[in-house]
């Protein structure tokens, strides 16, 4: 078949084709030996995973194709073989077969990190070229990937030359028609590809690795380049905004809220405590939130390898959330729920995007109440637009400032941390330990002025390369997560240690919780398990402590707090106080850049971007979702919450209001 396609002429696309092929064969067989025991197996299964890989793979193909298809009909036959035929020809083809083995190499790395073929991540990781080839020199042997990388290449054209593949290529040409008609195949591919295929059809299993194996690593990246914001009422299943209004506000409003406009489609409320004569308090608030920790590292979630002692003993000395749940499976989503309180939009985190600052976030209650804010991140928060968000909404930045200076419209202060501040850094940041002595000096300083601070902690101590400084724990540096969420755990039994030293210490809160988990890998199409988080409020002046065994979000922390500390405020916030929700009302909202979940109970509905949506039984023993019919009521109190957060940010319903 291809030699029909391909004169003589075309020697060198043929020997292309043939090679993009095989790797894309090796990666996928790699790909489902590596998982093997999540993935689908049966002979049907697997028989359509390779045919749905197959056509990904030829309308990538045709992209790569076409541009020298193109070259080829329009360039004379006379210039075969010319100087200026030779070196174009040349470098097409080095450049082509480069990005070949850079995304073969570049496939395994990703997988071992995400279990995904490239998403938006991996477009994510061109942006921040600092962290990302700093972590992967940490974490690889770089030159070892590079040089396979260049020998690869050189292989590749010493068996071309070898075989007599580039003579050909440079024989006389072939007559303009026939050259063309050699063409038209391919140009059918590309534009079938463009018009009617998308990457969201290579998910055709209830198996996520099945789905994920089908796919071709150069198409999902270039599909998530250009999906990264995603429309809700173009790509979701929607239902009228005023009854989608009327849902949310009757869930918000339950727990005596008022709303500042009842009649218009906004959320913005003003929240009374319960008690309304308990006395308001306003201390400190320290929230650490800890890169990557999974329920399954506590002991207190069953895990028996005693990675945690310190989170376990504070988990008995502090009011201990049991059963909540991350939105995402990124740390700038984690910070969206967070900082926001709202469910996950599609695509692309809020953090993330361009028109995001003068929003009403936690940091906007503080506000209220007199608080300085800070954040805090041990690498440059430029990365991942940190700086931009926090710095936009109000919060001062302390970070390591690596040479990225600030947008020229936030007012906000940053101070740096210094280099003699620092005694251990790898391509992430500073150690846990360095990043929380430098929240106690900024700490002394802001007591030592009579002003009341929030102090919003990002660790990153937990995450690849797992390097750390010698000697503080019992697993050595870089040998794999346990140890790094060991010292991750060390680094805050050692800063809760220091604290209590300060004068400060009986008047300040500290709030501890994940970003999201150490994976959210899994067979499922959300995979519920993997959003499952520790988090606790450690030492409230009522000295409350207990396990909270409600159903519940990321995003009802901060408003479960403000219920605490006894606060009257102003919120356009989603989140709720866990401590008033009724049985009824406990729920948690879970998603990936493109899925969007709602748990209630063990039924989780699940809505698709292709204005789709799937319900399901959780049983949380084996963690496997078994689809039921769709319950109406359930899908429409789904859409309605996201639909209203999506409506509210697309039309400045988030921002701040005088």
Excluded at 44 to 52: A, Q
Excluded at 74 to 95: E, M, Q
Excluded at 379 to 385: A, M, P, Q, S, T
């Amino acid at each position: 078949m291809l030699t029909k396609l391909f004169p003589a002429r075309y020697a060198l696309l043929r020997a292309f084709v043939l090679i993009f092929l095989s790797i894309s064969l090796v990666v996928r067989g790699v790909l489902l030996v590596w998982d093997f025991q999540e993935t689908d197996t049966g002979p049907l299964s697997l028989i359509w995973t390779f045919v749905v890989g197959f056509v990904f793979d030829l309308a990538t193909l045709s992209f790569f194709v076409i541009p020298y298809l193109v070259y080829l009909v329009l360039v004379p036959s006379k210039w075969s073989g010319s100087l200026l035929d030779r070196v174009l020809t040349f470098f097409g083809f080095f450049l082509g077969i480069f990005i070949l083995y850079f995304s073969f190499l570049g496939e395994f790395t990703f997988w071992d990190e995400f279990h995904r073929r490239y998403n938006f991540i991996a477009v994510d990781y061109l942006i921040y070229t600092y962290e990302v080839v700093q972590n992967i020199n940490e974490s690889y042997p770089l030159p070892l990937l590079i040089g396979t990388l260049l020998g690869l290449v050189a292989l590749t054209f010493w068996l071309l030359f070898r075989f007599g593949i580039f003579q050909r290529t440079f024989s006389p040409g072939t007559h303009f028609a026939q050259r063309s008609i050699s063409a038209v195949p391919w140009l059918v591919v590309l534009v079938l590809s463009v018009f009617l295929l998308t990457n969201e059809q290579a998910e055709w299993s209830s198996n996520r690795y099945n789905n994920e194996i089908s796919k071709a690593g150069i198409y999902s990246f270039f599909a998530a380049f250009r999906n990264n914001e995603l429309s809700f009422p173009d790509f979701y299943m929607t239902v009228d905004d005023k009854e989608a209004f009327s849902r949310v506000k009757n869930g918000l409003g339950m727990d005596g809220a008022t709303f500042v406009h009842p009649n218009t489609d906004e959320i913005l409320r003003t929240v009374t405590p319960t008690n309304s004569t308990a006395q308001e308090i306003r201390p400190n608030v320290v929230f650490i939130c800890v890169e990557s920790l999974s329920g399954k590292f506590l002991k207190s979630f069953g895990n028996e390898l005693d990675l945690t002692p310190n989170l376990d003993s504070l988990a008995g000395e502090s009011l201990f959330f049991t059963q909540l749940y991350a939105t995402g499976t990124r740390t700038v989503r984690g910070m969206e729920a967070i900082t926001l309180s709202i469910p996950p939009t599609p695509g692309r985190s809020i953090v993330k995007r361009v028109d995001n600052a003068g929003l009403f976030t936690i940091g906007e209650v503080f506000e209220q109440k007199g608080y300085e804010r800070n954040f805090f991140y041990g690498g440059d928060g430029y990365f991942d637009n940190m700086n931009s968000f926090f710095g936009g909404n109000g919060f001062n930045i302390v970070d390591r400032g690596r040479g990225f200076l600030m947008d020229k419209s936030i007012r906000t202060k940053r101070t740096n941390i210094d280099d003699d501040e620092v005694t251990f850094e790898n391509a992430w940041g500073v150690c846990d330990e360095d990043i929380y002595n430098k929240v106690l000096k900024e700490a002394d300083r802001a007591y030592g002025a009579g002003q009341p601070f929030f102090d919003f902690v990002m660790t990153t101590s937990n995450h690849k390369p797992y390097t750390y400084p010698e000697g503080k724990i019992d697993i050595p540096s870089g040998t794999g997560r346990n140890g790094a969420v060991k010292y991750t755990d060390y680094a805050i039994g050692e800063f809760l240690r220091k604290a209590k030293g300060k004068p400060w210490f009986a008047n300040t809160v500290f709030v501890i919780m994940a970003d999201h988990c150490a994976s959210s890998a899994g067979r499922w199409e959300l995979d519920v398990q993997n959003y499952q988080i520790p988090a606790l409020i450690y030492n409230l002046p009522q000295k409350n402590t207990g396990k909270i065994n409600n159903l519940c979000s990321q995003i009802d922390m901060f408003p479960t707090l403000f219920g605490l500390l006894g606060w009257d405020y102003t919120s356009n916030l989603f989140g709720k106080d866990v401590l008033q929700m009724t049985p009824e009302e406990e729920r948690a909202f879970i998603g990936n850049y493109r899925k969007l979940g709602l748990l209630k109970g063990n039924q989780v509905m699940v809505l698709g971007d292709q204005k789709n949506a799937n319900f399901y039984d959780w049983d949380p023993s084996d963690n496997s979702l078994k689809s039921i019919p769709t319950d109406r009521v359930f899908l429409d109190e789904a859409i309605s919450w996201y639909q209203v957060a999506d409506f509210l940010y697309s039309n400045g319903g988030l921002k701040l209001q005088d």
